[in-house]
């Protein structure tokens, strides 16, 4: 199976200086996220340590959903300022994400799903988010793969969309460089030197940077990380698969991001076909990436009664990734409390991509001690201690 298409980038260099005054470990989207809006806050001397190439973790695989319909404000807003920056990326920081503002279309098929989703669509309007509940009919004029049958309503976010996650992280990147990030790749974060409540040191496969603020942003392998610094942070790594259909002919209509929402099955515009995807439920813990065929036969099963056509669609290719799964699967974004300079933003179990760039911003503001543009307090790893954690958010994709 080949892997994902990854563009070339200028920024993916291995050097490890010395020292730093920022280490990021972590070179996907969030990582390079936040050495772009560190950078362009003038903070300098930061190195992102990747363990592979840029984006060679789940970052690089192309789901790319974008949206800002979540049920709770907190997500709401992470993701709103998101789809914001997404549609400023071609100014800031300056590259072609491909971006399709196709919306999106979550499929309800219960009358207590419609209840919950009729209120999360009268908070996210409240919020200035532009979803609204639709009937089936509708549903399926706006993506006409539907059946209709067992449809009970659907609900419609247009300003929703998907992007390229690769072409976001080396664009990030790219200009992260141009401001004098430089990145390690190909470099293994081994351990690291407390002193007192700070991290002193970063050791890696490469040799060792004395720095004064670590920046976990490593994803499904945070969890190590923070086992390094003597800092839990609770991720357990899962896989996801999706798959892509051959070139169609006729070409598929632009249809929005389609989610069944009982189901977890979803599918987009890819290219000249379709993306499809599924969250395997019997799926166990691990960071094994090896693409199953055998695991269409459960989107088959799901499609065959809700989008008949796709279920003998030819498949030319598809691979799997790993979400970053916390117990309440919300993020994990804050301040350790037993280090003063460690950092933490992770644990987004499925949503990293869509809200990487608000949470750029976000830890920015961490670092510079300046109050965020949204309160992350209740992303505070700590919530799971003090048995504080937050209703879970839907974490298809």
Request: with cysteine; aromatic share 8%; charged share 20%.
């Amino acid at each position: 199976m080949p892997s994902p298409p990854r563009p070339s980038s200028p920024a993916a260099f291995r050097v490890l200086p010395p020292s730093a005054d920022v280490v990021i470990v972590g070179g996907g989207v969030m990582g390079a996220s936040i050495a772009f809006h560190l950078a362009e806050a003038g903070v300098r001397d930061i190195v992102v340590v990747e363990r592979g190439e840029l984006a060679c973790g789940s970052s690089g695989k192309p789901i790319g959903g974008v949206r800002a319909h979540f049920s709770d404000p907190l997500n709401i807003e992470l993701g709103l300022r998101s789809l914001r920056a997404f549609q400023d990326f071609p100014h800031r920081p300056g590259a072609d994400i491909r971006l399709d503002t196709v919306g999106y279309l979550f499929l309800i098929t219960g009358e207590g799903q419609a209840a919950e989703f009729t209120e999360s669509v009268r908070l996210q309007n409240s919020l200035g988010v532009p979803s609204r509940l639709i009937d089936a009919a509708e549903a399926r004029r706006l993506c006409p793969y539907l059946s209709t049958e067992g449809l009970v309503a659907a609900v419609h976010s247009p300003t929703d969309g998907h992007a390229r996650p690769g072409l976001v992280v080396h664009g990030y990147a790219d200009a992260a460089a141009g401001a004098g990030v430089r990145f390690a790749t190909h470099t293994r974060v081994t351990g690291m030197d407390i002193s007192g409540d700070r991290v002193s040191a970063v050791h890696t496969d490469s040799g060792t940077v004395t720095c004064s603020t670590v920046i976990c942003a490593a994803g499904a392998w945070s969890a190590r990380i923070g086992v390094m610094a003597g800092v839990d942070l609770p991720v357990r790594p899962v896989r996801r698969q999706l798959a892509f259909t051959e070139r169609l002919s006729p070409a598929a209509p632009r249809i929005p991001f389609t989610i069944d929402f009982t189901s977890s099955a979803y599918f987009h515009n890819s290219d000249d076909g379709l993306l499809f995807g599924l969250a395997d439920p019997r799926q166990p813990d691990g960071f094994d990436t090896t693409w199953s065929p055998e695991w269409l036969e459960l989107f088959q099963d799901v499609v065959r009664r809700r989008a008949p056509a796709l279920a003998s669609m030819p498949i030319a290719d598809g691979w799997a990734g790993l979400y970053e799964v916390t117990p309440d699967h919300n993020a994990l974004i804050g301040r350790a409390a037993e280090l003063s300079n460690f950092l933490y933003a992770t644990g987004f179990s499925g949503h990293g991509f869509l809200q990487a760039p608000a949470v750029g911003e976000v830890v920015r503001d961490l670092h510079l001690g300046r109050e965020p543009c949204v309160d992350i307090t209740p992303m505070s790893a700590d919530r799971f201690r003090s048995g504080a954690a937050s209703r879970p958010e839907a974490h298809i994709v």
